[in-house]
């Protein structure tokens, strides 16, 4: 990775052939040592871990594992921000190395030809108003050339979609790039707004009818996009003048 550019973020990388998870690395080492910015990096995951308890499976040598760890100086209550702003570097930096238009499903999956392309795992340790660390973890399907059976019609690799092999460590070091250039502003400021056109100009959601599993209920609903601090606004299918937010709760849209 010696095409890193950044100054802060990724400065420091570890790579690992096999890790259980680069999520439990990083919490490891970032409760260990001075390791703000560090990055880590695996070739394969036997333990990977997706969003809501759910696997994430590693064709090793072929995809990117990788593992940010961040101390932001930040109130708490922002750091689920963080998230929004991994998956609009992910989503920017696919698209300018496949020339393709990439989506993003709110928060943070990327969409590519409406398959997924890649999930990020955000984990943090906080107290009441500070951050301990947050781990932004993220999983691309790069150069893998096919997929079990129950993933086929959702998942999708870069490869699958262009057929190119893709040097995973130019897109590595794209991401962080991306990542850095939002992340050193964010700290500034805590608001997302200017980042809020990027990312819901390239929201799947918008504009379609969503299904939200909000605490174990589930209503159908129009996206709209992020508000600065990047929940989803919906509103309801007969009264658009009635406009919420949605925090937790999984969205899923149709067909994706
Ligand atoms: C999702 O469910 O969409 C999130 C998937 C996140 C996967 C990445 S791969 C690198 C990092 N280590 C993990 O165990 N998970 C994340």
């Known amino acids: 990775l010696s095409r890193m ?21 990083a919490k490891k080492i970032a409760e260990e040592e001075e390791s703000d910015g560090l990055l880590v990096v695996s070739e394969s995951q036997t333990k990977g871990k997706g969003r809501r308890g759910r696997e994430w499976s590693s064709d090793k ?44 499903k709110w928060p943070n999956d990327i969409i590519l030809n409406n398959k997924k392309v890649c999930g990020v795992l955000t984990e ?3 107290e009441i108003d500070y951050i301990n660390h947050v781990v932004i973890g993220i999983g691309i399907n790069v150069n893998r050339t096919s997929f ?33 250039e939002m992340y050193l502003v964010f700290l500034e400021i805590q608001t997302l707004q200017p980042f809020m056109k990027e990312y819901n100009d390239t929201l799947i959601n918008a504009k379609r009818q969503v299904k939200i599993i909000e605490y174990g209920k589930e209503y159908e609903a129009i996206a709209i996009g992020i508000n600065e601090k990047g929940e989803l606004m919906i509103h309801d299918i007969d009264h658009p003048d009635h406009v919420r937010t949605v925090l937790a709760g999984e969205v899923s849209v149709r067909g994706i």
């Open 5 to 25: 550019q950044t100054n802060y973020i990724g400065k420091k990388v570890r790579f690992y052939d096999e890790v259980d998870s680069t999520n439990l690395v």
């Open 61 to 104: 040598g072929c995809d990117i594992f990788m593992s940010l760890i961040l101390k932001p100086k930040i109130n708490p209550m922002n750091a689920s921000m963080l998230t929004i702003l991994a998956a609009l570097a992910v989503s920017k930096s696919i698209a300018k190395i496949v020339e393709k238009d990439t989506y993003i």
């Open 124 to 126: 943090m340790s906080t």
């Open 148 to 180: 079990p059976n129950e993933l086929a019609s959702m998942a999708t690799s870069l490869y699958v979609e262009t057929e190119q092999k893709v040097q995973r460590a130019e897109l590595i070091a794209s991401v962080v790039k991306e990542f850095e």
